[in-house]
T-cell receptor
Framework: GAVVSQHPSWVICKSGTSVKIECRSL??????MFWYRQFPKQSLMLMAT?????????EQGVEKDKFLINHASLTLSTLTVTSAHPEDSSFYIC?????????????FGNGTRLTVT | DAKTTQPNSMESNEEEPVHLPCNHS???????IHWYRQLPSQGPEYVIH???SNVNNRMASLAIAEDRKSSTLILHRATLRDAAVYYC???????????????FGTGTLLAVQP
């Protein structure tokens, strides 16, 4: 079945540095990918929709200059957390849809746990 | 997207059926009902989805009320590996409907006892 791979699975960085997270669709092309963030004991919160070849669409309250999204190919989207701070520590999850049909299921990566010290 | 309401938590015994309810009283005619589950420290996993008719797949069954204001995810024989948070989500795919995105609610934490 369709697989979405996320890398790294965990990362620890110092406050003020930037971290890049990769999301790849391994056996299908994805014109649209989605980035979520999840804090402990909470549900997933959609951060942004990543569109291949165009600018990402950010949800209300998500700073686009802090969370840079690049979707340069049909199989790769990246999320860069710039100038990370401890409050950015969270579980970041990407997802992609295998087919263009609106009601087709989303496939999720296994997440990246970011810890900012 | 229309809102869904699920119990915060449920318990089940291993090898017994589990019925996970979801209320969606404001569902529109073009809303699909999707279920995903999330195991600890993993990304969500697709379980099943439907529009009006009941649906079955290898993982579960989805029973949709005739008025579509509620649905039930059925795990026929719970195993310890089914312990997860189960999310019921509505997606509007009608003309002019929102987008392809999924908005997650709080879900139901299912505990399975051996």
């Amino acid at each position: 079945g369709a697989v979405v791979s996320q890398h790294p699975s965990w990362v620890i960085c110092k406050s003020g540095t930037s971290v890049k997270i990769e999301c790849r669709s391994l056996d299908f092309q994805a014109t649209t990918m989605f980035w979520y963030r999840q804090f402990p004991k909470q549900s997933l919160m959609l951060m942004a929709t990543s569109n291949e070849g165009s600018k990402a669409t950010y949800e209300q309250g998500v700073e686009k200059d802090k969370f840079l999204i690049n979707h340069a190919s049909l199989t790769l989207s990246t999320l860069t957390v710039t100038s990370a701070h401890p409050e950015d520590s969270s579980f970041y999850i990407c997802s992609a849809r295998e087919y263009s049909l609106d009601n087709s299921p989303l496939h999720f990566g296994n997440g990246t746990r970011l810890t900012v010290t | 997207d229309a809102k869904t309401t699920q119990p915060n938590s449920m318990e089940s015994n291993e090898e017994e059926p589990v019925h996970l309810p979801c209320n969606h009283s404001t569902i529109s005619g073009t809303d699909y009902i999707h279920w995903y589950r999330q195991l600890p420290s993993q990304g969500p996993e697709y379980v099943i989805h439907g529009l009006t008719s009941n649906v079955n797949n290898r993982m579960a069954s989805l029973a949709i009320a005739e008025d579509r204001k509620s649905s039930t995810l059925i795990l026929h024989r719970a195993t310890l590996r089914d312990a997860a948070v189960y999310y019921c989500i509505l997606r509007d795919v009608g003309y002019g409907g929102a987008t392809n995105k999924l908005i997650f609610g709080t879900g139901t934490l299912l505990a399975v006892q051996p």
